[in-house]
């Protein structure tokens, strides 16, 4: 049974810095297409970055390219999400996600829930003006 377990959010003012972690047990990591997505209060849920296996290659919703870089460390089963100049309207709830049995990856192949299997808890980050 594939688990995630985001951590790191938080309280920011913006123009801060958070870094989040999403810890994943179970199965093969590094076998695993991993993604980000972040929920708003009344907002549908939206896609931020995804990360190819080996971490070699990420894409980014254009709200957060230059802003946000994610990461992973496959020895540590391990995404991260580095986030930096955070404005007022990023504040949300951000999940991270596992696609188990990704056949492929490309820039639009990991951008919509449906592509994953897996969901973490969610963790809150809030931004303050």
């Known amino acids: 049974q594939v688990q995630l377990v985001e951590s790191g959010g938080g309280l920011v003012q913006a123009g801060g810095s958070l870094r989040l972690s999403c810890a994943a047990s179970?199965?093969?990591?590094?076998?695993?297409?991993m993604g980000w997505f972040r929920q708003a209060p009344g907002k549908a849920r939206e896609f931020v970055a995804a990360v190819n296996r080996n971490g070699g290659i990420t894409y980014y919703a254009d709200f957060v390219t230059g802003r946000f870089t994610m990461s992973r460390d496959n020895a540590k089963n391990t995404v991260y999400l580095q986030m930096n100049s955070l404005k007022p309207e990023d504040t949300a709830v951000y999940y991270c996600?596992?696609?188990?049995?990704?056949?492929?990856?490309?820039?639009?192949?990991?951008?919509?829930?449906?592509?994953?299997?897996?969901w973490g808890q969610g963790t809150q980050v809030t931004v303050s003006s």
């Open positions: 996600a596992l696609d188990q049995n990704a056949s492929y990856y490309s820039a639009n192949s990991h951008r919509r829930s449906y592509d994953y299997d897996y």
């Open positions: 179970g199965g093969t990591f590094s076998s695993y297409v």
